[in-house]
């Protein structure tokens, strides 16, 4: 089984600054896309940023040129830094990544219990 604790959440005043983390754990062979998503109270999950294995990101519209999505494959943990926050990007954000397990050998998809950003005005 393949585990993702997320770290890093918290308040902080609008403009200021996280940094997301997301661990993985577990027997993996390997770990293909990565990512964040958020939900806030009311609305749906929706993506923030993807990284593939190798390294191509994409970003919402909302967070381009504010948060920054990196991983570092050695460590099988992700990243997300978060500038220039606003209130609007107050919500829950989940890490997910996709892989392979090693003890299985069968594919795994899997969520990250969630960690809260409040963003105040």
């Known amino acids: 089984q393949v585990l993702l604790v997320e770290s890093g959440g918290g308040l902080v005043q609008a403009g200021g600054s996280l940094r997301l983390s997301c661990a993985a754990s577990g027997v993996i062979f390997s770990i293909n896309a990565m990512g964040w998503y958020r939900q806030a109270p009311g609305k749906q999950r929706e993506l923030v940023a993807a990284?593939?294995?190798?390294?191509?990101?994409n970003y919402a519209d909302s967070v381009k040129g504010r948060f920054t999505i990196s991983r570092d494959n050695a460590k099988k943990t992700l990243y997300l830094q978060m500038n220039s926050l606003k209130p609007e990007d107050t919500a829950v954000y989940y890490c997910?990544?996709?892989?392979?397990?090693?003890?299985?050998?069968?594919?795994?998809?899997?969520w990250g219990q969630g960690t809260q950003v409040t963003v105040s005005s």
């Open positions: 990284i593939s294995s190798s390294g191509s990101t």
């Open positions: 997910n990544a996709d892989g392979v397990d090693g003890d299985s050998w069968s594919r795994f998809l899997s």
